[in-house]
């Protein structure tokens, strides 16, 4: 192998020399010369400023044509998706084995191939005959949709270069597609990458709206590399416990509308079903008052979702450890609340269980929930039933203020469609709407007070 050569380069002057000297032969500069690394074979055939072909590139300030969003002919869908799919984007669709992804992905195809568009369904875990009993069992045998078995990206980008661009290409799974041009079996980080980059490039070349379905890890979160999630355009996450009839669809990222939409669906024996009224859903059962239950009118996006908060209180013999348990809530935030409860209010919570719960399995992120949870704590343990028809929210902080909140006249007018009466809130806060007495309160002393005067 040649010795390589080593050269020297003045930063003043530019001129090579092919040894190191305190003075610039050529334009007598001192220290000016720095060892410059030589040309070889190798960065001559990677050199990436040359070769190409030249890029064209749009006017931002010009108007041209904007992609039209098309229907799913499912309207949950279309409201967690912004509005419904754009030609050319990747969706990334996560969920639960068994949650209904690959339901309501067929319910959606076959409501567009029956629109007279050109729909594409592969699937790499399952046989078209086990695709079609599916389709018999929901009623969707009679659906138009081009249904294939195949795991091999090569095949698959031949075939679909063969006809016309569908309007809907579905992969299920990402990670059970293989290339043949990646070393490593199906499901490896770099199959998963390699074959969603070919996938995705083909979407975006042919104006193809795709999605594709990511199996999920124990946590909950899309099985594979991050890196996936950052090349598709959105990140839908299917969400519901199997034990109960609800489905939550929640897009984790959209660049084509808000992230906090969210889509309600209900499964039955003929598929997953729309549910327009989502609060009547979570509300259900609710004939008598009881001690510790609390509504709260929580919001997702512009859609007001009313949910109820249960809590139970157990006391314990001295010197035994309390638990504490929750479910479909932040841990950290009752923790919290509790020691507020204790510091600000006097109520003793050190000595007993407390068991929190977000009724049907619905899963709560907003601060405003701090005060129906306060409240359903403070009437658990004074074991009196909050006032009947009342719904509570409002931000709860460390010095025991209970804070505004954002969209409250959305609040009030859900609360007010579904027959409540009364509304608890932050004092600041105006009434939105005529029809329901809005009561402010300014502290937590004041939530208890009003519990206890309860009868």
């Known amino acids: 192998m040649a010795k390589t050569k080593k050269r020297f380069v003045c930063q003043a002057c530019g001129s090579v020399s092919h040894r190191w000297q305190g003075q610039c032969p050529d334009c007598a500069e001192w220290?000016?010369?720095?060892?410059?690394?030589?040309?070889?074979?190798?960065?001559?055939?990677?050199?990436?400023?040359?070769?190409?072909?030249?890029?064209?590139?749009?006017?931002?300030?010009?108007?041209?044509?904007?992609?039209?969003?098309?229907?799913?002919?499912?309207?949950e869908f279309d409201r967690a998706l912004g509005g419904g799919l754009v030609p050319g984007s990747a969706v990334l669709m996560g969920g639960d084995p068994g949650i209904g992804k690959s339901t309501l992905l067929l319910q959606a195809a076959a409501t567009i191939a029956r629109s007279g568009r050109e729909v594409v369904y592969v699937s790499g875990e399952e046989a078209a005959g086990q695709v079609r009993m599916r389709a018999s069992r929901l009623g969707l045998a009679d659906a138009p949709i081009r249904l294939a078995s195949e795991t091999s990206v090569r095949d698959i980008l031949t075939t679909l270069g063969q006809m016309a661009p569908p309007a809907l290409l579905v992969i299920d799974s990402i990670q059970t597609?293989?290339?043949?041009?990646?070393?490593?079996a199906p499901g490896t980080v770099s199959q998963v990458r390699g074959c969603a980059f070919e996938l995705i490039r083909y979407a975006k070349e042919n104006g193809v709206a795709m999605v594709l379905v990511g199996h999920v890890t124990k946590?909950?979160?899309i099985a594979g590399p991050r890196v996936l999630e950052h090349m598709v355009d959105v990140v839908m996450s299917f969400e519901g416990e199997r034990s109960h009839q609800y489905r939550i669809l929640r897009a984790l990222k959209n660049r084509f509308g808000a992230v906090d939409e969210i889509g309600v669906f209900s499964m039955v024996s003929e598929g997953l079903e729309e549910v327009g009224n989502p609060s009547m859903l979570f509300l259900s059962g609710r004939d008598q008052p009881l001690a510790g239950s609390a509504v709260f009118p929580a919001l997702e996006g512009t859609r007001p979702v009313?949910?109820?908060?249960?809590?139970?209180?157990?006391?314990l013999q001295s010197g035994a450890t309390p638990r504490r348990a929750v479910v479909g809530w932040d841990s950290s935030r009752l923790a919290m609340l509790l020691a507020v409860l204790e510091s600000r209010c006097g109520l003793n919570f050190s000595s007993a269980e407390v068991y929190l719960n977000i009724a049907g399995?619905?899963?709560?992120?907003?601060?405003?929930a701090d005060l129906a949870v306060a409240a359903a704590l403070v009437s658990a343990l004074a074991d009196k039933p909050?006032?009947?028809?009342?719904?509570?929210?409002?931000?709860?902080?460390?010095?025991?203020?209970?804070?505004?909140v954002a969209h409250t006249s959305l609040r009030l007018r859900e609360a007010d469609k579904l027959g409540f009466t009364a509304a608890f809130g932050p004092a600041?806060?105006?009434?939105?709407s005529s029809a329901i007495n809005y009561?402010?309160?300014?502290q937590v002393a004041n939530l208890v007070d009003r519990v206890m005067a309860n009868p």
């Open 439 to 442: 009561r402010g309160l300014g």
């Open 31 to 75: 220290n000016t010369l720095v060892e410059d690394a030589p040309a070889t074979v190798f960065s001559q055939k990677h050199d990436l400023s040359r070769g190409g072909r030249a890029v064209e590139f749009v006017e931002l300030n010009r108007p041209g044509e904007l992609p039209v969003r098309q229907t799913t002919g499912l309207k």
């Open 428 to 432: 600041a806060a105006e009434n939105g």
């Open 386 to 404: 909050l006032p009947q028809q009342s719904v509570w929210f409002g931000e709860v902080s460390l010095a025991g203020e209970i804070r505004p």
């Open 361 to 368: 399995g619905y899963r709560l992120s907003d601060p405003a």
């Open 177 to 184: 597609m293989y290339s043949d041009t990646i070393e490593g």
């Open 306 to 315: 009313l949910v109820e908060i249960q809590a139970l209180i157990v006391r």
């Open 219 to 221: 946590d909950g979160s």
